[in-house]
């Protein structure tokens, strides 16, 4: 996971990566395999997937179905709330691009997260 953020945002990304581990093991090793931790552990493997591809390009489509894929997570395991609001940081703080660009692909994926979450949302 550390080289996933290497690859994503460098050395100081990876050392909060494996931070982030050290402190919450259950990100990485389940004492158990069962349904919703089954898919929860495929989304997360899609989501660095994408999040590594994405970090280079600057699809809308592309963000937009990554937050959707962010909003199953966060529906499968409540961890995966904050994976949402922490990837747009990211995404928000990098240079590469303008700041309107920036703010275009924080809102592609914000959208999709949203509507993926939405009816969790409303009834709760």
């Given at each position: 996971?550390?080289?996933?953020?290497?690859?994503?945002?460098?050395?100081?990304?990876a050392l909060l990566t494996g931070i982030l581990i050290a402190v919450n093991t259950e990100l990485i090793s389940y004492?158990?395999?069962?349904?919703?931790?089954?898919?929860?552990?495929?989304?997360?493997?899609?989501?660095?997937?994408?999040?590594?591809?994405?970090?280079?390009?600057?699809?809308?489509?592309?963000?937009?179905?990554?937050?959707?894929?962010?909003?199953?997570?966060?529906?499968?395991?409540?961890?995966?709330?904050?994976?949402?609001?922490?990837?747009?940081?990211?995404?928000?703080?990098?240079?590469?691009?303008?700041?309107?660009?920036?703010?275009?692909?924080?809102?592609?994926?914000?959208?999709?997260?949203?509507?993926?979450?939405?009816?969790?949302?409303?009834?709760?």
């Amino acid at each position: 996971m550390a080289w996933i953020g290497y690859k994503i945002g460098g050395r100081s990304l990876a050392l909060l990566t494996g931070i982030l581990i050290a402190v919450n093991t259950e990100l990485i090793s389940y004492s158990r395999m069962m349904l919703p931790k089954t898919i929860f552990s495929f989304l997360l493997s899609l989501i660095a997937l994408a999040s590594m591809y994405l970090i280079s390009h600057r699809n809308n489509i592309q963000f937009f179905l990554t937050g959707v894929l962010l909003g199953l997570a966060a529906l499968c395991r409540p961890v995966a709330i904050s994976w949402g609001i922490l990837l747009a940081a990211i995404l928000l703080v990098q240079k590469k691009y303008r700041l309107r660009v920036r703010l275009n692909v924080v809102l592609a994926l914000s959208i999709g997260y949203l509507l993926t979450m939405a009816p969790w949302l409303i009834r709760n």
